[in-house]
T-cell receptor, first 109, second 112 residues
Framework: GQQVMQIPQYQHVQEGEDFTTYCNSS?????IQWYKQRPGGHPVFLIQ?????EVKKQKRLTFQFGEAKKNSSLHITATQTTDVGTYFC?????????FGKGTRLSVIA | NAGVTQTPKFRVLKTGQSMTLLCAQD?????MYWYRQDPGMGLRLIHY???????AKGEVPDGYNVSRLKKQNFLLGLESAAPSQTSVYFC???????????FGPGTRLTVL
């Protein structure tokens, strides 16, 4: 079945450093979504990418969808303590959304 | 507008006991989902529904049953709980198949 791999599993950064998480699918995706889950909370939708090579920005967050629609990345510029949490990618091919295992981000002030 | 709500928030069961988790949404969404979240495993889909009266199996359906008798509600049942079902359970809903999923606050279940 469809698999979505996400790396790294954990990332510890100093406040102000950049952060990137990568997502790779075993199959071509029709779209990819990104979610953030704060500690003790529930996943919250961040963004959806649909087009090949698409790049979207939300303030300090930059999302990319690969040309082959099999990979994606989330980059955070100049992390802040409010960025702490787990970031999940979720890809959809011909199946319901398949979530990656997430990248847990810790930010040291 | 409460969004997606789940009851209960916490529950402790003994092995072999049964229980039902309730998910309710007030957004008139067609699609509803049950996930479980375990440390290091991300979110795994248990069952989902594409409309009132329909259900389908997800990635990890064994040991669970579901029902969607009303559009706004999606119930997840454990007939005979096992320690392996200790997890955090999230319900989610979406309007379209490929649309944003809105998650409930979760139910933390411990099976002793």
């Amino acid at each position: 079945g469809q698999q979505v791999m996400q790396i790294p599993q954990y990332q510890h950064v100093q406040e102000g450093e950049d952060f990137t998480t990568y997502c790779n699918s075993s199959t071509t995706l029709s779209n990819i979504q990104w979610y953030k889950q704060r500690p003790g909370g529930h996943p919250v939708f961040l963004i959806q990418l649909v087009k090949s090579g698409e790049v979207k920005k939300q303030k300090r967050l930059t999302f990319q969808f690969g040309e082959a629609k099999k990979n994606s990345s989330l980059h955070i510029t100049a992390t802040q303590t409010t960025d702490v949490g787990t970031y999940f990618c979720a890809g959809r091919g011909n199946t319901p959304l398949v979530f990656g295992k997430g990248t847990r981000l810790s930010v040291i002030a | 507008n409460a969004g997606v709500t789940q009851t209960p928030k916490f529950r402790v069961l003994k092995t072999g006991q049964s229980m039902t988790l309730l998910c309710a949404q007030d957004m008139n969404h067609e699609y509803m989902y049950w996930y479980r979240q375990d440390p290091g495993m991300g979110l795994r889909l248990i069952h989902y529904s594409v409309g009132e009266g329909t259900t389908a199996k997800g990635e990890v359906p064994d040991g669970y049953n579901v029902s969607r008798l009303k559009k706004q509600n999606f119930l997840l049942g454990l007939e005979s709980a096992a320690p392996s079902q200790t997890s955090v359970y999230f319900c989610a809903s979406s309007y379209y198949w490929s649309d944003t999923q809105y998650f409930g606050p979760g139910t933390r279940l411990t099976v002793l």
